[in-house]
């Protein structure tokens, strides 16, 4: 029996980036020299996310845009943090700004999300723009959920009618993504760890996003033969003494049954930072009152 078909999503994202940069160049000329501009705002020193702050700014200056970084220390006040995103909201060079979560347990995640601009809330997470997801009408889209949704309409075109099973509740990933789905008309059911039989629920779906963090979950008796597998999930395990990454899905047990499917590293992770430039583009171009470029879907 052959095995799944592996979703490229570095490729698929190194696709998406080159056609931002072409679009940034367009848009330049279309606006006397004006480009988007990403404000990142890091508090602490994660060393993840210290890593991937780096990784969004170099690849938001290879796409021709600019990129500002700010480091705060983990002892910043929420007040001093509101303060410096109300800043950057009054900032006419910056159209993106995303605060790099978490936070410290000091500060209300909440309050700073919802004190960024929702015009400039690239990360898709204010209030607001969940609002206009869940209801269908447009808005900022969290970059994990759309990378995701891109994918499996290159892979399956039409997702109408299609049955749907996300993995996972959360307001990062699981509820947009779910959002993403109906307004794509598929059946959509939302498995977490309260569902009872969850295995034969999973088991019955055309396409199952896995966003969970529990490493190689999901095994292949709960994949329906021929499906697309998104996995979201990025955990760290041991394995023979060595640290690896590895998905909320049993890849090599899975991709014996799915017809496509996400590897992890390499799957939906760099389409996160991909849909983040893409979202900073939107943006450029709402707030400058023109038409934004068609960066939606790239079919292969």
């Not at 993840?48 to 990784?55: F, G, K």
């Not at 000091?106 to 723009?129: L, R, T």
Request: aromatic share 4%; glycine share 8%.
């Amino acid at each position: 029996m052959s095995e799944a078909k592996i979703i490229d999503g570095k490729a698929f994202a190194a696709d998406l980036r080159e056609k931002i940069k072409t679009e940034v160049t367009a848009l330049s000329a279309r606006t006397g020299g004006k480009i988007p501009g990403l404000a990142v705002i890091l508090v602490g020193s994660d060393p993840a996310s210290e890593v991937y702050v780096r990784n969004k700014s170099r690849q938001a200056a290879e796409a021709g845009m600019n990129s500002f970084d700010f480091v705060m220390d983990e002892g910043v006040s929420e007040d001093e943090l509101i303060l410096k995103v109300e800043r950057l909201n009054n900032d006419d060079s910056v159209h993106g700004i995303l605060v790099q979560l978490p936070l410290p347990e000091h500060i209300n995640e909440e309050a700073v999300i919802n004190s960024i601009s929702p015009d400039k809330d690239v990360d898709g997470f204010h209030v607001i723009n969940s609002g206009k997801l869940a209801t269908g009408q447009t808005g900022m889209v969290p970059c994990t959920p759309y990378g995701c949704l891109m994918m499996l309409k290159s892979e399956l075109g039409d997702l109408a009618g299609k049955d749907a099973v996300v993995v996972g509740r959360s307001n990062i990933v699981g509820k947009p993504m779910a959002s993403l789905l109906l307004n794509e008309s598929c059946t959509v059911t939302i498995a977490h760890s309260k569902t009872k039989d969850i295995e034969k629920l999973c088991s019955h779906a055309d396409i199952l996003v896995a966003a969970v963090g529990k490493p190689r979950m999901i095994k292949k008796n709960w994949v329906k033969k021929g499906a697309v597998v998104i996995d979201v999930g990025i955990n760290r395990i041991e394995i023979e003494g060595k640290n690896k990454l590895v998905g909320d899905v049993d890849f090599d047990d899975v991709k014996k049954v799915a017809g496509a499917i996400t590897p992890v590293p390499g799957g939906v992770g760099p389409m996160t930072i991909a849909c983040l430039l893409r979202n900073t583009v939107i943006a450029f171009c709402n707030i400058n009152d023109i038409s934004a470029p068609d960066l939606s879907i790239i079919k292969e």
